[in-house]
């Protein structure tokens, strides 16, 4: 029993994530030890065929590098990887609660899509470096947590409490201050991964169903979908004195909006139905 216990609380640990991210993680984990197998067995190196390369023409003869880069890393530097799971678990996980799964989804493979076509046209004028590591992705998943949780307080190192909003805001703004070091570090995927979930965080507030994925992702995600006997409870206002019928209506709006961000809260975003959704948008337009 002694022997089992780390392997079981790791096993628990990883299964109490929520699904997608989950998934992502492993995902990456599964690639990067993948990466050592291949080369100390076969002397084959991954990145030769699944590292992003910034050129138009590969990216259109070779399309799956855009995806496949995001969960390559470095082997030379293993704090690569570790450092951009740690930052995906943390605030991956507050997220992906908020939206839902494939919302979720489509933010990690949107931000990293964007982070490589910025990367592919201001790449246009000099010469093609390869790239990879999940850290466009993440930028866009870290954009997405401050964009949801602005003054969340944030500890660095033994820097005092941050807001979200100024930490992330202040990665971004260290990226550009070092577009042209030579350090190595795909920045301009960094930047565009940033503005990708910028966009479509902003397409989420302007009522855009972002659970809309393409359909070749959906074998990833076996638990998606919530269990069809689930039901949100309902919360009430008992006390409500009728006045009016004004008073009424918006009484039972308000109640309706209650049982939504309910059910969001315990099955995520995902778990609305097409007419909750509509409802819900109807209901953030008003005052």
């Not at 390869?130 to 401050?146: E, L, R």
């Amino acid at each position: 029993m002694a022997y089992n216990s780390f392997g079981n609380s790791a096993k628990r640990g990883f299964m109490a994530m929520p699904v997608a991210l989950r998934t992502i993680i492993g995902l990456n984990t599964i690639f990067f030890v993948a990466q050592f197998f291949f080369a100390a067995f076969f002397k084959i190196s991954l990145i030769n065929y699944l590292a992003f390369v910034p050129d138009l023409t590969t990216s259109i003869t070779q399309p799956w590098r855009l995806i496949t880069y995001m969960f390559l890393h470095s082997m030379q530097n293993p704090f690569h990887f570790i450092f951009n799971m740690l930052w995906l678990w943390w605030m991956g996980r507050p997220v992906e609660q908020a939206l839902g799964p494939r919302s979720f989804t489509t933010i990690y493979i949107g931000a990293g899509l964007t982070g490589a076509v910025v990367d592919v046209i201001m790449s246009m004028a000099g010469v093609p470096v390869p790239v990879i590591g999940a850290s466009g992705a993440v930028y866009g998943v870290m954009v997405a947590f401050a964009m949801l949780f602005p003054r969340t307080p944030i500890m660095l190192l033994l820097l005092p409490p941050i807001e979200a909003r100024y930490v992330i805001g202040g990665f971004i703004a260290l990226d550009v201050l070092l577009l042209s070091s030579a350090d190595g570090v795909a920045r301009l995927v960094h930047l565009g991964g940033a503005l990708g979930g910028y966009l479509l965080m902003r397409a989420h507030k302007n009522g855009f169903d972002l659970s809309l994925i393409p359909r070749y992702f959906e074998f990833l995600f076996r638990k998606l979908k919530p269990s069809p006997g689930s039901k949100p409870g309902k919360s009430r206002n008992k006390k409500m004195s009728i006045v009016s019928d004004a008073e009424i209506i918006e009484e039972v709006e308000q109640s309706e909006l209650d049982e939504i961000l309910e059910k969001i809260s315990k099955h995520g975003y995902d778990a609305l139905t097409k007419e909750e959704k509509r409802k819900l948008f109807e209901l953030s337009k008003k005052d």
